[in-house]
T-cell receptor
Framework: EDQVTQSPEALRLQEGESSSLNCSYT??????LFWYRQDPGKGPEFLFT???AGEEKEKERLKATLTKKESFLHITAPKPEDSATYLC????????????FGAGTRLAVHP | GAVVSQHPSRVICKSGTSVKIECRSL??????MFWYRQFPKQSLMLMAT?????????EQGVEKDKFLINHASLTLSTLTVTSAHPEDSSFYIC???????????FGPGTRLTVT
């Protein structure tokens, strides 16, 4: 069964304290792995798409990496405004670009 | 680019009434739109996938007669919650994608409260 597991469930960091969020997946034939940021009461905001093992993408303090079994979202020197829930999703096989989401990691960055 | 809007952002209705939620892609044509439901502190659960001009594909366990989806044009999809009950109260989010593009762009969500 296709599955996405994110860890940790929640993470509390001090401002400037770098860390990584994990997304492990089991899917037959990965077509794409996606990272989204979601603020409370809002829809997810697209961050990155990764398609093949070894691929990396960066945006400001965020860097996403991909292996054959998992993806990491590295946060360097986070700021309080980086506090949000980070969602990982994989493209399911078959048509219509269906996404399978993980439960998310709730990140809180304190000054 | 890739902006998706939803209307209304919040709605309160009485039990037994129907509620319609609109999802629009503002600056692109969306061949496929998706409807999700999200409970507090939980992840998104896909309810259905809709393609312009064809019937929606519902996920297992989602009642198609209760959650009516119409994708009348390449920029508009609607979700109608029929005969709403308090257990239908949730955060409903739509997303849209382009043909040949795996990325989904999400709307801001609609908070439905059924009293």
């Amino acid at each position: 069964e296709d599955q996405v597991t994110q860890s940790p469930e929640a993470l509390r960091l001090q401002e400037g304290e770098s860390s990584s969020l994990n997304c492990s997946y089991t899917v037959s034939g990965l077509r794409g792995l996606f990272w989204y940021r979601q603020d409370p009461g809002k829809g997810p905001e697209f961050l990155f798409t990764l398609y093949s093992a070894g691929e990396e993408k960066e945006k400001e303090r965020l860097k996403a990496t991909l292996t054959k079994k998992e993806s990491f979202l590295h946060i360097t020197a986070p700021k309080p405004e980086d506090s949000a829930t980070y969602l990982c999703a994989v493209q399911a096989p078959g048509g219509y670009n269906k996404l399978i989401f993980g439960a998310g990691t709730r990140l809180a960055v304190h000054p | 680019g890739a902006v998706v809007s939803q209307h209304p952002s919040r709605v309160i209705c009485k039990s037994g009434t129907s509620v319609k939620i609109e999802c629009r892609s503002l600056d692109f044509q969306a061949t496929t739109m998706f409807w999700y439901r999200q409970f507090p502190k939980q992840s998104l659960m896909l309810m259905a996938t809709s393609n312009e001009g064809s019937k929606a594909t519902y996920e297992q366990g989602v009642e198609k007669d209760k959650f009516l989806i119409n994708h009348a044009s390449l920029t508009l999809s609607t979700l109608t919650v029929t005969s709403a009950h308090p257990e239908d109260s949730s955060f409903y989010i739509c997303s849209a994608s382009l043909a040949g593009n795996y990325e989904q762009y999400f709307g801001p969500g609609t908070r439905l409260t059924v009293t």
